[in-house]
């Protein structure tokens, strides 16, 4: 909070464990949910209260949108918090990776 930079963070929370779910141990689920995916109710507030940096809390795309480009035009430091559903990530990036594939293999 000292320097003269402006950083803008954006911090991807699904609860706990989203990474995880690119694993293969993922298929067994009574294993995965119980050692891999930590659920939390956790957020970051706290801790942006405690070194005094801006906080918002975004749980929609609008919402995130209109924080962002609030933090462009007035070019402030904040932490933005997206939280975001787990499963639907995971369908989102496998979607994606398809598509980058299928893009990939008409180059070749």
Do not use: W
């Amino acid at each position: 909070r000292n320097q003269k930079v402006t950083v803008l963070i954006i911090v991807i929370n699904n609860q706990g464990g989203g990474i995880f779910d690119f694993l293969t141990i993922s298929q067994c689920p009574y294993v995965f949910e119980q050692y891999f995916t930590m659920p939390h109710d956790y957020d970051f507030k706290g801790a942006c209260e405690s070194f005094k940096i801006p906080y918002e809390k975004a749980s929609e795309k609008e919402t995130f949108v209109k924080h962002y480009e609030a933090a462009i035009n007035q070019q402030k430091t904040i932490l933005i918090e997206v939280f975001t559903d787990r499963q639907e990530n995971l369908k989102l990036r496998k979607k994606m990776k398809k598509q980058i594939l299928k893009v990939l293999q008409k180059d070749i």
